[in-house]
């Protein structure tokens, strides 16, 4: 019964180091997505999985950012050579279904410090 | 292109006094709309949320919300705020413009703090 995990919780990385953060969903729910939300401002889409397809990577800001989802369960967003501007929160979020009125769960989000 | 505003970033209100939060939205279609709150170190939770029917739409920890699809608004209240309401508050819109599932586009948040 427990919700959407995320480790870490926090994470520092020297720019340049590359970072994995790990979602775990609520089991049996189908859709997935990652938002990551900077200082003071409100969590933005980065991808969306439907089981183990991702249908919609629109808001991955650079090819530096990869999200996978091989078995439709765990996701890893990874972000490699990280730079400055990665810094923030990345939030994970499932939802049962895929319906676009579902309730999305959001995990607490994994705290990214780059240095 | 979709957008949500929260025109205020910082609130501030007495215990026991009412509370509205505004949030505006541009949508192309049929929006559905929704309120997270976000304590410190936690997660996002849904307060509520509105698709269809009653523009009034009631959620948890007594707050309710209003659609008004002439003003694009669904702003967020609470009759008596209570200490534990000091969160940030985001409104969201989603919908058929998502490509069939909730893509949620927020706001910026409103932050409430709550005076003795």
């Known amino acids: 019964g427990a919700g959407v995990s995320q480790s870490p919780r926090y994470k520092v990385a020297k720019r340049g180091q590359d970072v994995a953060l790990r979602c775990d969903p609520i089991?049996?729910?189908?859709?997935l997505f990652w938002y990551q939300q900077a200082l003071g401002q409100g969590p933005e889409f980065l991808t969306y999985?439907?089981?183990?397809?991702?249908?919609?990577k629109s808001g991955l800001p650079s090819d530096r950012f990869f999200a996978e989802r091989p078995e439709g369960s765990v996701s890893t967003l990874k972000i490699q050579r990280t730079q400055q501007e990665d810094s923030a929160v990345y939030l994970c979020?499932?939802?049962?279904?895929?319906?676009?009125?579902?309730?999305?769960?959001f995990g607490p989000g994994t705290r990214l410090t780059v240095l | 292109a979709q957008s949500v505003t929260q025109p205020d970033i910082h609130i501030t209100v007495s215990e026991g006094a009412s509370l509205e939060l505004r949030c505006n939205y541009s949508?192309?279609?049929?929006?559905?709309l929704f309120w997270y709150v976000q304590s410190p170190g936690q997660g996002l939770q849904l307060l509520l949320k509105y698709f269809s029917g009653d523009t009034l739409v009631q959620g948890i920890k007594g707050f309710e919300a209003e659609f008004k699809r002439s003003q694009s608004s669904f702003n967020l209240r609470k009759p008596s705020v209570h200490w534990s309401d000091a969160a940030e508050y985001f409104c969201a819109v989603g919908g058929l413009l998502s490509g069939g599932y909730n893509k949620l586009i927020f706001g910026a948040g409103t932050r409430l703090a709550v005076h003795p």
């Open positions: 999985f439907q089981n183990e397809a991702q249908l919609d």
């Open positions: 949508y192309g279609a049929t929006p559905y």
């Open positions: 089991s049996g729910h189908v859709s």
């Open positions: 979020a499932s939802s049962l279904e895929v319906r676009t009125y579902n309730e999305q769960f």
